[in-house]
């Protein structure tokens, strides 16, 4: 039994209970997907993407149909199920979580029309969406879809992709006072092959994501292959009645669950090490050191139960049946901005108690702490979403497009 495994609080679903750690005969468990992410994670850095034969791995263990819809052969995971599986995956490599976290974009695409969807999963329920979504560029409508031009930023996981999306404006006719409306924000699908990765992902943190651009010049997209970005699914299960752009954020936030459990772990693995000075005493008996360890791992403990709190409550309100509200949302959003920052205090904080040999580019500590600061600078995870929580708070409207 690992840490994580001790520290997952009793009567809560844990990963263990996951279709992919009851795989089959020749099927692949969720312990062998992180056995070999741990033996590999130094080859994803060099690579600067997580390669198409570990994809095939993740996608044995069943992450890529973690939120495929059931009537076409998926899981359809309750979300904190799917999110302690993250977790577990980000304790031993940061961008393999952030790849593997797109098992969970399925929900995205569960707007499109059903048909389309039928044809994605013709070849089976484990499908890996990538897109870059922003910024949004403007496309010119069509008869029978649209027709896009633009580059778009962060794509995360393309380079193991099957399916690549963008985002699309399109206008609106005015409405009956004849004024403008906004243009609709849109997400637009093509097979992977028919869209083009520019290869420019060079960064400090999450290396291994292979995050690049994708660009199109004057693409027909039929309208059967887009959809509104963050509209309800149209498959009718609960899973697609959880909100898109709130769960997105949380399979980013838990990548920082997970590194600070690992940056915990590592601490504690050096307080008994060899002084690196004579006469220094070792970290384990320096009070600083001690008691740095000790509220870090609380503000971890903490952090966490509030991040699985929030969804554990809302997938309780949408499998009985009821819609779930504002409220419930907004600490959604609130829960897992919280987690996101608060877990990269814990890994900064580590890496100072333990002193000079985590400064070493070979150290762990180093790969954490940048991967760590990666994922707050997430635009879902801004500081930004506080203020726009505090609104929803307060008993004002929620800003455009939250929560």
Known sequence: MTV?????????????????????????????????????????????????????????????????????????????????????????????????AFGSANIYYAALPRQTQAEIYAGGPDQLFAGGLYPMHMARTVPGGYVATGRWRFASGCMGADWLSVGI?????????????????????????????????????????????LRLQDKFIPEAWTCVRGAGGVIDEPLYRYPAVAYQAAVHAVCNVGLARAALDIAVSMADGTATMPGAARLADRSYFRIELAKSEAKWRSARAFFYEAPERAWETIVSGDPLGLDQA????????????????????????????????????????????????????SEGTYESAGTVLAGLPPPAGFP
């Open 330 to 381: 907004n600490m959604l959003r609130i829960a897992a901005t919280w987690a996101a920052h608060s877990c990269a205090e814990v890994v900064q904080q580590c890496y100072r108690i333990v002193g000079m040999s985590a400064i070493q580019q070979t150290h762990r500590m180093q790969l954490i702490l940048r991967d760590a600061m990666v994922v707050t600078q997430h635009a879902a995870l």
């Open 4 to 100: 994580l495994n001790r520290l997952v609080p009793s009567g809560l679903p844990t990963a263990e209970a996951s279709p992919m750690e009851k795989a089959a005969p020749g099927k692949v468990t969720l312990e062998t997907v992180i056995a070999e992410v741990t033996r590999r994670r130094d080859e994803f850095q060099r690579l600067r993407y997580v390669p198409r034969d570990m994809i095939s791995i993740m996608k044995k263990a069943g992450i890529f149909r973690a939120s495929t819809p059931k009537c076409f052969g998926g899981d359809a995971l309750p979300p904190a199920h799917f999110l302690r599986i993250l977790e577990r995956i980000a304790v031993a490599d940061g961008s393999a979580a952030w790849v593997a």
């Open 169 to 213: 404006g399109v206008e609106q006719p005015p409405d009956d006072a004849g004024n403008k409306r906004p243009p609709r924000l849109m997400i637009a699908v093509a097979q992977a092959d028919e869209i083009e990765i520019v290869d420019n992902w060079d960064v400090v943190g999450m290396q291994g994501t292979g995050s690049h651009d």
